[in-house]
């Protein structure tokens, strides 16, 4: 583990995604993750919103798949956050 960042994984044992959605979902409004998912009622803004907020907190987010068998989600954040200035701050 690098001792710079934590690390938060979050596993699930839904549909899973396939591997050429896999690098779509974190856009806003993508709600192709799964052909499965059809039905499921959503906005598409949920995985674009934690990417920003990772991203502002100088981290990022990703997910490893197998459709059929489900998906973990990682979220890094380093522990030290950098110092910023009020225009990053309001950008
Ligand atoms: N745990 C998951 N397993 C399988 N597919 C997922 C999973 N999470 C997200 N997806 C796929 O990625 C798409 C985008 O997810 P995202 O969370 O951004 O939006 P949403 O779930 O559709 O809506 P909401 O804004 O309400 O969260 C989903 O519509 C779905 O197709
Ligand atoms: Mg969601």
Redesign the pocket.
């Known amino acids: 583990m690098n001792p710079e960042n934590v690390v938060f994984e979050i596993q ?1 044992h ?4 396939a591997p050429l959605d896999i690098d779509k ?1 974190f856009d806003k409004f ?5 052909k499965d ?1 059809g039905a499921l009622k ?7 919103i934690v990417k920003s907020i990772a991203e502002r907190h100088h981290g990022k987010v990703w997910a490893v798949s197998t459709l059929g068998k489900g ?1 973990t989600f990682f979220l890094q954040v380093p522990i030290t956050q950098i110092a910023r200035t009020e225009k990053e701050i309001a950008s």
């Open positions: 699930d839904g549909p899973g995604i979902i993508s709600r192709n993750g799964s998912n959503g906005s598409g803004l949920g995985l674009s998906s």
